[in-house]
Nanobody, 118 residues
Framework: QVELVESGGGLVQAGGSLGLSCAASGNIFGIYTMGWHRQAPGKERELVARIWSGSSTTYHDSVKGRFAISRDNAKNTVYLQMNSLKPEDTAVYYC????????????WGQGTQVTVSS
């Protein structure tokens, strides 16, 4: 079992920046990927960014060049730096961790609201 605690988020004007962080605890030795998803009202949850244990990353096309994901393995924490925010980035952002101890298992944070005003 992995527990995730998110922090960050909030309200920002378009063009501004916000940072999110997510700290993992519990069965951290099986963590393979860490990442962020988001879900806007009336839309499906989508992957925003993911980082593998070897530090490879992937991003949703809409955030490439604006968002940066990173992880601190010593602190078992993943970060998402969001720059040049747009109103369409408004959503609830969820931290996601995948473990491979018993096949691939997904764990989710409680979600944090990011609101970008125009």
């Amino acid at each position: 079992q992995v527990e995730l605690v998110e922090s960050g988020g909030g309200l920002v004007q378009a063009g501004g920046s916000l940072g999110l962080s997510c700290a993992a605890s519990g069965n951290i030795f099986g963590i393979y990927t860490m990442g962020w998803h988001r879900q806007a009202p009336g839309k499906e949850r989508e992957l925003v960014a993911r980082i593998w244990s070897g530090s490879s990353t992937t991003y949703h096309d809409s955030v490439k060049g604006r968002f940066a994901i990173s992880r601190d393995n010593a602190k078992n924490t993943v970060y998402l730096q969001m720059n040049s925010l747009k109103p369409e980035d408004t959503a609830v952002y969820y931290c996601n961790v995948q473990t491979i101890t018993r096949g691939v298992e997904d764990y989710w944070g409680q979600g944090t609201q990011v609101t970008v005003s125009s």
